[in-house]
């Protein structure tokens, strides 16, 4: 068997297209109608595009998180820096 413990990390593959693209195929397929029709097209072109960048979809999520956020990333928000007190 070629059944191995690394393979557990591999997306799951629903025939050429990644498996959550499936959801969206699933919906047109539930509610036939045009725009739900139009929706499962976009997800299945954005997820073959996030595969030719070579991306998961959770790792496409975790690079716009990173993108979004900045470079600069302040170990405290500016609402929970404490203020200089004078008790004098």
């Not at 998961?56 to 200089?84: D, E, I, M, Q, Y």
Request: hydrophobic share 55%.
């Amino acid at each position: 068997m070629d059944i191995h413990w690394r393979n557990t990390q591999k997306p799951a593959r629903f025939f050429m297209f990644d498996a959550r693209a499936f959801f969206a195929i699933l919906l047109c397929l539930v509610h036939a109608r045009l725009w739900t029709f139009t929706i499962a097209l976009m997800v299945i072109v954005v997820f073959g595009a996030l595969e030719r960048r070579g991306l998961t979809f959770s790792a496409a999520l975790r690079a716009f998180r990173s993108w979004a956020v900045g470079a600069k990333r302040p170990a405290n928000s500016r609402r929970a820096r404490r203020r200089w007190t004078d008790y004098s």
